[in-house]
T-cell receptor, first 115, second 116 residues
Framework: GAGVSQTPSNKVTEKGKYVELRCDPI?????LYWYRQSLGQGPEFLIY????????DSGLPNDRFFAVRPEGSVSTLKIQRTERGDSAVYLC?????????????FGPGTRLTVT | AQSVAQPEDQVNVAEGNPLTVKCTYS??????LFWYVQYPNRGLQFLLKYITGDNLVKGSYGFEAEFNKSQTSFHLKKPSALVSDSALYFCAVRDRFSGGYNKLIFGAGTRLAVHP
């Protein structure tokens, strides 16, 4: 079946602009995660959704970052007033449930470059 | 603080030889540990996990990992490496304060290069 998809695969934007990154999880997966992977580092947690609600947004670096999942499926990560330090690969993952028995399936990521 | 360390940036091994990719963790209480692999331009793929039970965990593509509580390690192993195993490998631990879901803390990654 189809895996997690993310669009766009690459996004280049100018400093100060607004960007939206989209994640389409595996059908039926209720849990959705966003991570950020900077060059040479492992993914870092940003936010977790259970259904439509953000159950944990403790990883969002500041109030320029916001994410939604209005219908409990597709999620959009929104970044306002982008800065060069926001350049990274943004990864989305989904899982069938939230217990340890439910692995996270990752999308290929969106590479964001802020110039 | 909870953390995962992967002490080697890169591991080089000849095809057919055994491979080990090291991971140590710092977590209070019982850890839930994971290994993921990342191929170029593809998402992270789950390899295996340790939750409880046998210290030797078997996973996908012939990989296995050994949980060692006294050494706080969870090294990834494979008896015979393939060139196609060349990729970036991440060790991760579940944040035990995440409230019951899999909020993962990742290591920095180890690049595995298998030479013909």
């Amino acid at each position: 079946g189809a895996g997690v998809s993310q669009t766009p695969s690459n996004k280049v934007t100018e400093k100060g602009k607004y960007v939206e990154l989209r994640c389409d999880p595996i059908s039926g997966h209720t849990a959705l995660y966003w991570y950020r992977q900077s060059l040479g580092q492992g993914p870092e947690f940003l936010i977790y959704f259970q259904g439509t609600g953000a159950a944990d947004d403790s990883g969002l670096p500041n109030d320029r970052f916001f994410a939604v999942r209005p219908e409990g499926s597709v999620s959009t990560l929104k970044i306002q007033r982008t800065e060069r330090g926001d350049s990274a690969v943004y990864l989305c993952a989904s899982s069938l449930g939230t217990g340890t028995g439910h692995e996270q399936y990752f999308g290929p990521g969106t590479r964001l470059t802020v110039t | 603080a909870q953390s995962v360390a992967q002490p080697e940036d890169q591991v080089n091994v000849a095809e057919g030889n055994p491979l080990t990719v090291k991971c140590t963790y710092s977590v209070s209480g019982n850890p839930y540990l994971f290994w993921y692999v990342q191929y170029p331009n593809r998402g992270l793929q789950f390899l295996l996990k340790y939750i409880t039970g046998d210290n030797l965990v078997k996973g996908s593509y012939g990989f296995e990992a050994e949980f060692n509580k006294s050494q706080t390690s969870f090294h990834l192993k494979k008896p015979s490496a393939l060139v196609s195993d060349s990729a970036l490998y991440f060790c991760a631990v579940r944040d035990r304060f995440s409230g019951g879901y899999n909020k993962l803390i990742f290591g920095a990654g180890t690049r595995l290069a298998v030479h013909p």
